[in-house]
T-cell receptor, first 114, second 110 residues
Framework: GAGVSQSPSNKVTEKGKDVELRCDPI?????LYWYRQSLGQGLEFLIY????????KSGLPSDRFSAERTGGSVSTLTIQRTQQEDSAVYLC????????????FGPGTRLTVT | RKEVEQDPGPFNVPEGATVAFNCTYS??????FFWYRQDCRKEPKLLMS???SGNEDGRFTAQLNRASQYISLLIRDSKLSDSATYLC???????????FGRGTSLIVHP
């Protein structure tokens, strides 16, 4: 079956612009996670969605970051007024809560802020 | 102390070698354990879950030691294609958010 998809695969934007990153999880997976990974660094948790519950936003680095998940499926991560330190790969993962929380990652969006 | 710690390596081994990685975790309430591999500039991919009794998948063996709070990954008969970063992942009971280690880099050379 189809895996997790993300778009765009690459995004170059100017400092101060807003960007939207999209994630389409595996069908039927109720849990969705956003992470970011800077070059040579580990994964940094950003936000978690589970079904229709309120998301866990504890990892969002600033109020410039927000995310939503419509209809329990597709998610959009929005970064407002981008800064150069936002440059990273943004990874989305989905998980079925009935499968021991194994996560399946999308290919990521490589964001470059110039 | 970090929640999940791994030796960053790199581990540089010849083809056919056996190599083992350890990962320690700090939260004794941890319940779920995984190994992921991440190739350069790619997303992490689930390699295997780690079960209490230990489990094996081909050349890969994962073990859990709850008393000492570590998990291990053993790779036998290393292949060039095993070259990657191996991420240790731990989820604590009551939390839906797993914690990723920084990863251990493996380089298998001819």
């Amino acid at each position: 079956g189809a895996g997790v998809s993300q778009s765009p695969s690459n995004k170059v934007t100017e400092k101060g612009k807003d960007v939207e990153l999209r994630c389409d999880p595996i069908s039927g997976h109720t849990a969705l996670y956003w992470y970011r990974q800077s070059l040579g660094q580990g994964l940094e948790f950003l936000i978690y969605f589970q079904g229709n519950s309120a998301p866990d936003k504890s990892g969002l680095p600033s109020d410039r970051f927000s995310a939503e998940r419509t209809g329990g499926s597709v998610s959009t991560l929005t970064i407002q007024r981008t800064q150069q330190e936002d440059s990273a790969v943004y990874l989305c993962a989905s998980s079925s809560a009935t499968a021991s929380y194994e996560q399946y990652f999308g290919p990521g969006t490589r964001l470059t802020v110039t | 102390r970090k929640e999940v710690e791994q030796d960053p390596g790199p581990f540089n081994v010849p083809e056919g070698a056996t190599v083992a990685f350890n990962c320690t975790y700090s939260n004794s309430a941890s319940q779920s354990f995984f190994w992921y591999r991440q190739d350069c500039r790619k997303e992490p991919k689930l390699l295997m879950s780690v079960y209490s009794s230990g489990n094996e998948d081909g050349r890969f063996t994962a073990q859990l030691n709850r008393a000492s709070q570590y998990i291990s990954l053993l790779i036998r008969d290393s292949k060039l294609s095993d070259s990657a970063t191996y991420l240790c992942v731990v989820r604590s009971g009551g939390s839906y958010i797993p914690t990723f280690g920084r990863g251990t880099s493996l380089i298998v050379h001819p």
